[in-house]
């Protein structure tokens, strides 16, 4: 099996990685393969990723009360105190 080595690890994904292979009960390795195989099967780009984020931010459905706020107002009175 070949083996691979990274130089120069972000020490912080590092323990995000130990952390969820104690919590999976997996070796860091395997954890890290899992990984690796979830990143790769990722078909979906950035620009598609960010483009059905907008459609579905634009799909919600916002209540008439939330429409009626008067955000400068709140603003306003916030940095009048």
Known sequence: MPLLQVRDFP???YEEITFEARRQNRTIAQQTIVLIKKGLNEEVSNKER?????EESNSRIVPQAAK???VVKLIREDRAR
């Open 11 to 13: 020490e912080d994904i």
């Open 50 to 54: 960010r483009r059905l984020a907008l």
């Open 68 to 70: 009626d706020i008067d």
